[in-house]
């Protein structure tokens, strides 16, 4: 008897499996840095009727995901003329975000097509837990109160949209606005580079990605496309490494383990180190001011002067680590480099600029408002992953990398301000971010054939 063959497996045999890590909501940069100095000078004139447009949709948003909430809780998926709906609203306050933001420079259209410079990429409809679906409003304030900080609510420029009374329950718009959002304001700061400069910082424009990416899934996950919760990673969107060496680098070596004990108590425990903090704030602030004169004397930082305020910034991120639950141990009194699990590595003196040293707190302005909103992402990750500590015993590690990167800019500002380098704070996340590919050079023309 001749046996029969095996069936043919009809499975395409390059077709790999789906990434388990990969979000079914991601964004996608892929324009350039150069700004058009004309629409830059008339960006927000240009974007009221995107806004206006997007204020509209907003509305019409709010009814149809009552309509997609018990509908994804009865059949346990969004349906797709609902999710191709959402998908659409998700990438247009996306696109508009972005120009209004200046990461990206051509003007949207009005429709949600893919295509645009920074971009969203959205997979069709999945199952979905339907007790996630349940409590979904419930589920997904962390990640609104993280979105709203950075991007503000997806509902425009004005008034109470029918989203937010859905997410906030009635909050006030004034809080969660796009225009009180902490991109709204670097974005002003952008607005002057790219006038002046034609070109948009390139660590800014990272900034500004991550925030969308992580506002698009937010809205994403409120919406039912997905029950995948937003990622706070900064792994993506890829990144482009700093053009120069950083004076201060970031260092991570956390195991995300948290001592329950100390996680309940960490406020209380920090309080040892805030009395030693105050005083340490007190003498760097008068050994600055003879720093100041120094450099702009000697044209760099005397080198005892130079450790002890790097020292004093070294602390800072190690204290700060501890009491934002982004580290698990109790940090020494001293700054000293290489103990703890999230520090930061600061060169040693070095040649700086004058003029810059002159007026270096006026130079510094831009960076500790970047600072400050990072801080504020950072004073969420603390709030929520102190719950998250407490009862898994582990921190997020979306929470941690993005509190290392919070804790990092923070430093290289203060060690800009305090004159220990004069080379800028880097905004984007370029230590936990793969490096962006690099544009395909254009193919060299053929050399004319001669007979």
């Not at 995107?50 to 204020?55: H, P």
């Not at 339907?130 to 589920?139: A, D, N, P």
């Not at 003029?355 to 130079?363: G, I, S």
């Not at 801080?375 to 979306?398: Q, T, Y």
């Amino acid at each position: 008897m001749v046996s029969e063959p095996p069936p043919i497996d009809s499975t395409p045999i390059d077709e790999e499996p789906p990434d388990p890590d990969r979000h079914p909501i991601r964004v996608v940069v892929t324009g350039d840095l150069h700004r058009w100095r004309l629409t830059v000078g008339f960006r927000w004139i240009l974007v009221i009727p995107l806004l206006i447009w997007l204020f509209i949709w907003s509305i019409g948003a709010f009814f149809a995901g009552i309509v997609n909430w018990f509908l994804t809780l009865i059949k346990g998926r969004s349906p797709l003329s609902l999710h191709d709906f959402f998908a659409s609203y998700v990438r247009f306050t996306t696109h508009v975000h972005a120009y209004l933001f200046l990461a990206a420079d051509p003007y949207p259209n009005f429709t949600g097509k893919p295509g645009y410079p920074v971009d969203v990429e959205i997979d069709p409809p999945a199952p979905q837990s339907r007790w996630k679906t349940f409590f979904r409003i419930f589920l997904a304030i962390p990640a609104i109160a993280i979105a709203s900080t950075l991007v503000g609510a997806p509902g425009g420029g004005g008034g109470n949209s029918g989203y937010q009374d859905q997410s906030w329950s009635g909050s006030d718009y004034a809080y969660s606005g796009t225009f009180a959002s902490g991109f709204f304001l670097l974005s002003i700061l952008a607005w002057f580079a790219c006038l002046a400069r034609g070109r948009m910082p390139n660590g800014m424009r990272d900034l500004f990605a991550y925030g969308l990416r992580y506002a698009a899934q937010t809205w994403g996950y409120v919406f039912m496309l997905t029950d995948r919760y937003p990622n706070t990673d900064p792994v993506e969107p890829a990144a482009d490494l700093p053009a120069d060496p950083r004076p201060v680098r970031l260092g991570v070596s956390d195991d995300l383990r948290r001592s329950r004990l100390t996680v309940f108590f960490r406020f209380l425990l920090f309080l040892v180190h805030l009395i030693w903090l105050v005083l340490w704030s007190i003498a760097v602030f008068f050994a600055s001011i003879v720093n100041w004169f120094a450099t702009l004397i000697m044209g760099r930082s005397p080198g005892a002067l130079h450790r002890f305020i790097a020292a004093y910034v070294q602390y800072v991120v190690h204290v700060y680590a501890y009491v934002f639950l982004i580290a698990n141990p109790f940090p020494g009194f001293v700054g000293k480099p290489g103990t703890y699990p999230i520090a930061v590595d600061i060169d040693g003196p070095e040649r700086q600029h004058r003029l810059k040293t002159l007026v270096r707190l006026f130079l510094a302005i831009p960076a500790f408002l970047i600072s400050g909103t990072l801080n504020g992402v950072l004073f969420f990750v603390a709030f929520f992953g102190w719950f998250v500590g407490l009862f898994r015993g582990r921190m997020p590690l979306g929470f941690r990398n993005v509190g290392a990167w919070a804790l990092r800019y923070g430093a290289e500002t203060n060690a800009y301000a305090l004159l220990l380098t004069d080379v800028y704070p880097y905004s984007g996340p370029w230590e936990f971010a793969p490096p962006r590919p690099a544009p395909a050079e254009p193919e060299p023309e053929p050399e004319p054939a001669f007979a």
